[in-house]
């Protein structure tokens, strides 16, 4: 232990020189303005719990590119549409690498994941292909349109029994598992979870946001890279573990399905087939082990996650603001009628349930910050210099909050929505959940569905409050920070049927 300690200083002192070399070296390296910083550790101290908010407090005095010298890493962080635009559309070639957090680097994930590798290699074109051709794509998209209102009507049921019981819907919790199982069944043909576990449900819920919340933490060995080795704050360790008991359960299902398949059973066609059967064009090398692991690892985190805290942020919001809530409700009567069960086809004449969701987005961008950039090469960017090695961030939840573009951009008002057309799929920077250009979330077109869908049969279905401890209209809306942005304490909703 002592000995450790001794390194440590030393590593501290060799890092602590070499940034004074560099901080001396870069006045005229013609930077973004940005905070000041301060010897070794640059502006670290100007994080705070939630550096999105932090961030965005620094953009509104230094400007919307910004820079930052956090620990011995030079970051840049795009605050406003029109720096959002610069990074991910008119500069996006050199700076589509990826700036991969050490936590990432357990079990080599990132050597493996579709949202870490580097965008020229072979395997990243592969995986990125197979996703976007045969899970995400419309036809495939289209294809599960039944298997997606199965999910959503277990969903119903499911809140249907606990409000027979008069006990407190866990909404992100269901949500998650409605997901989770959707995904499963497109993957692996068979639920993973079930809506009446907690504790099974609750137990994968648990690996997977300890998983994106260890991603997103802030790390010392990202902030001092020449430390990463030493795993100081034992966030690799940690996810490590994580990856350990998640590839238990999904190999699990690939054993299972190579057990099968050597017993000559017939095919499921499924993802998990197509992706056993994949073989690449130039090599006709099929996909590892590791390589499926990591993917699915991606799909489920990623996919699961996102959706679930989208649906609970909305609830959130409908809870503590009633007026919307029966606006939402009146549309769906008007439109939907006595229809029990709603279809992918009625979304669209949901004009106000559009609005509530893009609000959501606006409000809580499911990741803050969207998942670190690189610069390949030094880059100029609105006459500033954007050096090599460079970490870009992208303040998605400071563009939410840009007094210039929204009107009382703290309030949750659906109906600025109503008033302009504005899409959330990239090519509108004002609001941009899931990124942009060909760093853009491939999962998408499956989120925008599976969102819009059970949010509407939940507030169709039935009427909602709070539990009666909670008080009137009282919901805890202080965020849990990490690579997803979800709510700090869980929300608990009794519902009654319609």
């Known amino acids: 232990m002592e000995l450790l300690l001794v390194y440590a200083t030393c590593a501290i002192f060799v890092v602590s020189c070499l940034y004074l070399l560099h901080l001396f070296a870069a006045v005229d390296r013609n930077l973004p303005s940005g905070p000041r ?14 550096p999105h908010r932090s961030f965005a407090r620094l953009a509104a005095r230094h400007g919307p590119l910004m820079a930052l010298r956090l620990g011995a890493v030079t970051t840049v962080v795009a605050s406003s549409a029109d720096a959002a635009r610069d990074v991910l559309q008119r500069h996006d070639a050199a700076l589509l ?3 991969v957090p050490d936590a990432a680097r357990a079990r080599a994930h990132d050597e493996h994941s579709v949202g870490w590798l580097p965008p020229g290699s072979p395997r990243w074109r592969a995986l990125r292909k197979v996703c976007s051709a045969e899970l995400f794509a419309p036809r495939r998209v289209d294809a599960h349109r039944s298997l997606r209102c199965d999910k959503v009507r277990r969903l119903a049921s499911h809140v249907a029994r606990l409000a027979r019981k008069g006990v407190a819907v866990d909404v ?4 998650f598992t409605n997901v989770l199982n959707l995904l499963s069944c497109a993957i692996f043909s068979t639920d993973l979870a079930d809506l009446d576990d907690r504790g099974a449900s609750g137990a994968l819920k648990g690996v997977i946001e300890e998983f994106t919340a260890a991603v997103g933490v802030p ?9 990463a080795p030493l795993d100081p704050q034992r966030l690799r360790t940690r996810v490590g573990r994580v990856f350990d008991r998640l590839h ?8 299972r399905r190579m057990q099968e398949r050597a017993a000559g059973e017939p095919p499921k066609n499924d993802f998990l087939d197509l992706l056993l059967d994949y073989r690449g064009a130039e090599d006709g090398q099929g996909f590892g082990r590791q390589t499926l692991l990591s993917l699915l690892t991606d799909l489920f985190s990623a996919g699961s996650d996102t ?16 007026s919307s809530m029966a606006k939402a409700q009146h549309e769906l009567a008007q439109v939907i009628g006595s229809k029990q069960e709603i279809e992918e086809n009625d979304i669209g004449q949901l004009k106000y349930l559009q609005a509530i969701v893009k609000e959501t987005f606006r409000l809580h961008p499911p990741v803050p910050l969207l998942l670190p950039h690189q610069a390949e090469t030094a880059t100029e960017i609105r006459g500033y210099t954007v050096p090599r090695g460079a970490r870009v961030l992208v303040n998605v939840w400071a563009i939410g909050q840009d007094p210039e573009l929204w009107s009382e951009p703290e309030k949750f008002m659906p109906e600025r929505f109503l008033e302009k057309e504005m899409d959330f799929r990239g090519k509108d920077f004002e609001l941009l959940p899931f990124g942009s250009g060909r760093r853009i979330c491939p999962g998408m077109p499956l989120a925008d569905r599976m969102v819009h869908l059970m949010l509407a049969t939940l507030l169709h279905r039935f009427e909602w409050r709070l539990p009666a401890d909670a008080g009137k209209n009282r919901v805890d809306m202080s965020e849990n920070f990490g690579m997803i942005l979800g709510l700090a304490t869980p929300l608990q909703a009794i519902a009654k049927p319609i």
């Open 37 to 50: 910083p301060l010897p070794l550790v640059g502006n670290l101290l100007d994080l705070g719990a939630h």
């Open 97 to 99: 690498a990826r700036s």
């Open 219 to 227: 790390n010392v060995s990202d902030f001092f890279p020449v430390l």
């Open 248 to 255: 238990a359960i999904l190999d699990e299902q690939i054993e």
């Open 307 to 322: 959706s679930a805290a989208t649906v609970e942020w909305a609830m959130a919001e409908l809870l503590q603001n009633p």
């Open 172 to 175: 992100g919790r269901a949500a």
